[in-house]
């Protein structure tokens, strides 16, 4: 299939089977004030980030996590916390997908259907 070049163009509909679980951990992160960031990694390969949620039947391993994880972590710097905060979209209306595959990484807003 033709992406022209994004690796990601796709990641919509490939995860889209797996929102309604997404969408029950966002929830969960946000009403027990876990974090005001959740974040969901995306990856092809397994990651030790966050909290494995499903492994999906088309290669997509999802794990859960937050912000204050990825910057724990060294995902996101610290000093562009704020700048990500500024970006970061409503959690009731979009999921914030971080997506690794091995043609790179990106952050992601993909509206939550529903």
């Known amino acids: 299939m033709e992406t022209n070049g994004n690796p990601f163009l796709n990641i919509k509909a490939e995860l889209s089977p797996y929102f309604s679980i997404m969408g029950q951990a966002s929830d969960t992160i946000l009403d027990a004030e876990v974090s005001s ?32 994880e990825l910057v724990a972590r060294q995902v996101v710097a610290q000093d562009h916390v704020a700048d990500f905060r500024m970006v970061y979209k409503d ?12 043609e790179g990484s990106n952050f992601l807003f993909i509206p939550r259907e529903g």
């Open 37 to 68: 960031y959740p974040i969901f990694i995306a990856a092809t390969q397994e990651v030790p980030i966050g909290v494995l949620l499903m492994r999906a039947d088309n290669g997509w391993q999802v794990n859960a996590s937050t912000l204050e």
């Open 91 to 102: 959690p009731r209306q979009y999921f914030c997908v971080f997506a690794v595959k091995d």
